[in-house]
């Protein structure tokens, strides 16, 4: 845990701080309403590759390059956000890259990655088969791998996120964060240690993922192979956190919360009716987690949420599945 | 002409700054490609009542007021955006607001208005039906109509849109503003006149508006009565320009684009897609416009792109009606 404090969270904002945008947090006061609270949106849809993934991955390659090493490859898998992030930051470093993606990968997201001068390497569509292949890229190329959340530097360039957000608005009592592998919940959670340990973070999930008992009793309980659930939300589908994130999590976050599609995609329809933004299944999930009673009855008035990311399908939107 | 300038456009900043947001202006450098111009979206989505109507209204009414006439009632035609914005003035002002709105109104636009605290009149879906209710309504309470454009108080309102931008960005080569009626066409130009005359302001309207050919003859060639146009663009469906904006149309409107529903569709989709807002079709006319051949060629750099509202149906989006 001592690998990532507040000192790395700095060096990374540092790092990063000329190539991405710091975003903006935006208020609604037709959502206070509805939620009880006061919410604080830290809009990340307008981030860099239209996500969060941007931090992390660029920190992780520029820490690569001042520790001397200039990878031949930079290798991930990844078809979605992290895909494009990866990608996208080894153009600003001018590395050549290769993102594994799955076979039946929607066309679309190919072309996003590409539009980055990325390579693009297709595997079976099973996180073993994921990661396989891009170990072997890795090994052929003497490459280096950015893993999307299992590596300290991912995390604490996520981490920047909650060192922007709380910067902006010190008081938080609450931060709802969409968890996948745990890597932006770890890196929230350990800037809010540093910056106000009054505040509560709490990690939101689909249906199925099963965090909470996992990490109530500090052990990994979920069935391997490691799967993907079986959600709308892209990013957030894939089942187990990581080996480095758990520890953190399991010391860090203060209540998990599970929405379900239909409440995700509820959240992204109120987003784009009084927010006017247009966000991911999995930042629907962070207002969603908002209006339940288990948070509406939390101790505390303000809360930030994160809204991870804006790239989806816009030919059916997440609430348009449910019509 | 003289009626509005920048005095009154800056004493309407003045009066209604309290209520109304400072819109921010936002890049993408995705749509600076695509469009060969650097450009500059005044982001009227995000506004009060989700569209730049709110100006205009809060502002002809605390005109009245400071006139000393408290009016009994508050009384306006309009099934859109301006009838939200005027219900939403009247409330913020604590008055009473009857809002006439045509046969057939879809049930979330009737609700949007009553939200607001405004009584609903219905009338015969037709522009000479509106305006009859409405005088009918004021008439008979002693209250004032406040027109949606032929209104030099909301000329003015809206005007202070072209001075927010042109504070941001005082160096503007152009300004795309799409028309209806011509109130906001009409505010942003004077402001323009007056803060940079050589920043040219470009009228986008729909397919058979037929704008040009009546202010390059200096003189009303529209049918009537006056009737509305077959586009999705419900907030630039009014053919005929108001009496009082056709004359400063016709002095300070350099240019008139004519886009097709389906350019305004996909420029919402590109809104989407590149900058993750929600914007109506009438905003995505003003982006449409600047990807034409006759936009790119007109000589600057530097082009305003006014978003003017975020209103549409969630259910079927712009570019789902060509799908």
Known sequence: MAAVGLVEIKAAAQRIGS????TPVLQSSALDLLSGKELYFKCENFQKTGSFKARGALNAIKCSLEAG????????????????????ASKQLALPCTVVVPEGTPVAKCEAIRG????????????TGRKE????IAAETNGIIIHPYDNYNVIAGQGTIG?????????????????SGGGMTSGIALAAKHLNPNCQVVAVEPQGKQ????????ERLWPNPPQFLNTMAEGIKTQQVGLLTFPILCDLVAEVVTVSDQEMAEG????????????????GASLAAALTAKVKEMPGKKVG???????????????????
């Open 19 to 22: 190539h991405v945008h710091r």
């Open 305 to 323: 949420i994160i809204l991870c990311g804006g790239n989806l399908d816009l030919d059916k939107l997440p609430w348009q599945h449910f019509q």
């Open 116 to 127: 980055y001068g990325a390579e693009l390497v297709f595997c079976t569509p099973t996180p």
């Open 69 to 88: 090493v200039v990878p031949p490859m930079v290798v991930t898998h990844s078809s979605g956000n992290h895909g494009q992030a990866v990608a996208w």
């Open 163 to 179: 060192l922007e957000l709380l910067e902006e608005v010190p008081d938080l009592d609450l931060i709802l964060v969409p968890v």
């Open 211 to 218: 965090l909470k008992q996992s990490l109530q009793q500090k």
């Open 133 to 136: 292949t891009a170990d072997k």
């Open 268 to 283: 992204c329809r109120l987003i784009a009716e009084r927010m006017k933004l247009v966000v991911e299944a999995s930042s």
